[in-house]
């Protein structure tokens, strides 16, 4: 039951700062420094969030197939591949990673 008090507190949370969001000012989101700083943390939030899923395993670092999977996938992007040829690259690399034996 103290779950599902937690979880209801949670959602609220969200919905209130949801909510809070449309009391911001126009003039505070057509700034240009906002645009940039949303861009930024945009990015670094997918980032951090492509790097923990590729190289973690519950609390340990492990480096296996995903990590060479996100190397290939990295340099597809830097070679300007279409977003579907990077997926298909970086599941190409997985699995003849783990074809070749790697975990």
Do not use: E, H, Q
Not at 18 to 38: E, F
């Amino acid at each position: 039951m103290n779950l599902w008090i937690w979880v209801l507190v949670a959602a609220g949370a969200a919905y209130l700062t949801k909510l809070l969001g449309y009391l911001v000012p126009a003039r505070v989101l057509s700034n240009p420094r906002m645009s940039r700083v949303a861009g930024t943390l945009t990015i670094g939030l997918l980032a951090s969030l492509t790097v923990v899923n590729a190289a973690a395993s519950g609390t340990a670092v492990v480096l296996d197939a995903r990590v060479g999977a996100l190397v290939a996938a990295a340099l597809a992007l830097w070679l300007k591949a279409p977003f579907l040829v990077v997926v298909i690259v970086g599941a190409l690399a997985a699995a003849g990673l783990r074809l070749l034996g790697w975990p």
